[in-house]
């Protein structure tokens, strides 16, 4: 076999180990971003723990039928760059709709969440959840709620007892 094929067999099981790994992959067209605006999406990008690749589209739909993700086929049309995150769901879909947002070169096409194909409009719902720090913070706060008010129902009590009492 050539060098040629088997490097884009490499290339082919990369791209297809990546969307396996990944809790959240989302596809852009990023036509129309000048460099400069480019180089801020990957900065912001890495330093959420994202990993965003540009693949010629025949290779990342031959892996995308590898891991059994076909759907993908109808995305993959165009300049597509490929944003993968393994950690964080959310981080991805948050930075690249605000990113959208400020710039509208940029285009969410679709994406894979927790190996499910999801429409756009998932990916912008995902995008307005909090990341995992503010739903941490939502859950103790609900967690918390009940002690509190007891606390203060403590306090007026003792309050009231207090005034009564002097």
């Not at 050539?2 to 067999?9: C, D």
């Not at 589209?57 to 891991?67: C, D, I, K, P």
């Not at 769901?89 to 499910?116: C, R, S, T, W, Y």
């Not at 909090?130 to 709620?145: F, H, I, K």
């Amino acid at each position: 076999m050539s060098k040629v094929m088997e490097k884009k067999k490499q290339l082919v099981t990369e791209i297809a180990d990546k969307f396996r790994d990944s809790k959240s992959t989302i596809l852009v067209d990023y036509r129309g971003l000048s460099v400069a605006e480019v180089t801020e999406l990957r900065t912001q990008l890495r330093e959420a723990g994202v990993d965003f690749k540009v693949y010629k589209n025949t290779m990342s739909r031959r892996a995308a039928e590898q891991v059994e993700l076909a759907e993908l086929n109808e995305t993959l049309v165009g300049p597509t760059a490929i944003a993968f995150s393994n950690d964080d769901v959310i981080a991805p879909a948050k930075i690249l709709n605000k990113f959208a947002k400020d710039h509208n070169a940029l285009e969410i096409k679709g994406g894979v969440i927790e190996g499910k194909v999801v429409s756009l409009d998932q990916i912008k719902e995902l995008a307005d959840l909090p990341n995992y720090e503010g739903l941490l913070s939502m859950l103790l706060s609900v967690l918390q709620a009940p002690i509190r008010n007891f606390a203060y129902a403590t306090k007026a009590i003792a309050e009231q007892k207090e005034e009564q009492g002097a």
